[in-house]
């Protein structure tokens, strides 16, 4: 199999066009193009986009975000981790090792990774090591993330 690289996505219009692709079948939360719109500064290198190209279409992304440790609820010892948002690989493109990839490539900052999966996909979440976060409904209001832990990090007991 070829080598997937992974790239950092530029914001600008010509990767709002590619993201018009994986707003698919209503899936809203999946979509980036508000996320895209409110932050458009052509070429803007400080994106938290990341995706991968087969040709010159764009067919797997994810959004990464990195939360300061001060606002750590979720790991012990209190670190910055990342967030890891609307995971996507399009249909065609899908049982490629694309998704694999890309977390792959979030888990190589060996920081704790955060993320909230979608409707079915706990099975790929569970196949990349990501275990359920004790629910806490303060921290949590209504979601159910998933988590992830380099060695020698824990979960944070619930208050």
Do not use: C
């Not at 290198?45 to 979720?74: E, Q, T």
């Not at 209190?78 to 694999?100: A, F, H, I, M, N």
């Not at 275990?131 to 992830?148: C, T």
């Amino acid at each position: 199999m070829q080598q997937i690289k992974i790239e950092k996505l530029l914001i600008n219009y010509k990767t709002l066009e590619k993201f018009k692709y994986f707003k698919e079948y209503g899936n809203q939360e999946l979509s980036m193009l508000d996320d895209l719109q409110d932050n458009i500064v052509e070429n803007d290198a400080d994106s938290p986009f990341y995706g991968i190209y087969y040709g010159d279409n764009l067919v797997a992304r994810m959004s990464l975000y990195k939360v300061k440790k001060r606002y750590d609820a979720y790991f012990e010892p209190p670190q910055d981790y990342l967030t890891l948002w609307k995971l996507e690989v399009l249909p065609s493109y899908r049982g490629k090792g694309y998704g694999k990839a890309l977390v792959d490539f979030a888990k190589s900052y060996n920081v704790p990774i955060k993320t909230n999966p979608r409707i079915n996909s706990h099975g790929f979440w569970e196949k990349m090591n990501f275990q359920k976060a004790h629910y806490d409904m303060e921290r949590d209001l209504g979601e159910n993330p998933l988590i992830w832990m380099p060695e020698g990090v824990k979960e944070q007991e619930s208050h």
